[in-house]
């Protein structure tokens, strides 16, 4: 975090962020979503009858959270969550812009459909993948029609498919360390946007902007505070995830007792 926020005080400003800054904003989001499942499922298994329902619709409830966060991010920050939370901008079509300015129409609902609908569907089709895998391993073979047969074979060539998405990510993430690149994720490339850094003169903006607002009405204030909680809710959640995953570790490779791993969850 130090290293992200040096440039704000440096008189020589390096636009174009590390890849340590960006991988660390993707990894914050890739947690977000098992750490809610998580949440979720204990709260199902000690009261099914309240929860069930939330249990069933996850993904679609967590699509709904998930496009209403990103949407105000990326309406008042020119950012996603994690991209703001760790000081970085989207500028459209190559151009520097303040992050006040935001993005361009298209940019922003290309970069909102990328930022939500693509995890929900990579999600969905994982679950449908792997379901139609135990199907097959403990089912008997029948004759099988033209659209079934077609099936096997996307589920045969998905994990080609996968392999060939991570590979291009990879390559990607290569060409943007060497400077060849201007971003690091083909999700970038093709909304049409690059990551920047925060500016000194973005965040002036940002408040002179906040000062010179007329006091915004009862609803876009509750709206503004609900959205800055649920972002906090998130990255506590995550948090908690976290440790909760390192107790489990910690449990299956040490013969600590259960209950200094309590005292050492409390500290």
Request: hydrophobic letters at 45%.
């Amino acid at each position: 975090m130090a290293e992200a926020g040096a440039h704000l005080t440096s008189t020589v400003v390096n636009e174009q962020p590390s890849i340590f800054e960006v991988l660390a904003q993707e990894s914050l989001m890739e947690a977000v979503r098992p750490a809610l499942r998580h949440a979720v499922k204990v709260l199902t298994e000690s009261n099914p009858s309240h929860f069930g329902l939330i249990w069933k619709c996850f993904d679609e409830l967590y699509l709904l959270l998930d496009v209403l966060l990103q949407n105000h991010f990326l309406s008042q920050c020119s950012a996603s969550f994690s991209e703001n939370f760790y000081g970085l901008k989207r500028v459209s079509g190559g151009r520097r812009l303040p992050a006040r300015l935001g993005l361009h129409k298209s940019s922003h609902w290309w970069s909102l459909l990328l930022l939500c609908l693509v995890p929900y569907l990579r999600a969905k089709l994982e679950v449908m993948l792997a379901r139609q895998r135990e199907e097959e391993d403990f089912s008997i073979r029948l004759p099988q029609t033209r659209k079934q047969r077609l099936y096997r074979t996307a589920v045969a060539a998905y994990p080609y498919v996968s392999s060939a998405w991570q590979s291009w990510i990879f390559c990607q993430q290569l060409l943007f360390v060497f400077g060849v690149s201007r971003t690091h994720s083909p999700l970038l490339w093709l909304a049409n946007v690059r990551l920047a850094r925060l500016t000194t003169q973005d965040l002036r903006d940002s408040q002179w902007k906040t000062s010179c607002s007329p006091r915004p009405a009862n609803g876009r204030l509750v709206n503004s505070l609900g959205f800055s909680g649920l972002g906090l809710a998130i990255m506590e959640i995550e948090f908690y995830f976290n440790i909760l995953r390192y107790k489990r570790s910690v449990e299956k490779s040490t013969s600590i007792p259960y209950i200094w791993l309590d005292v050492l969850h409390v500290a």
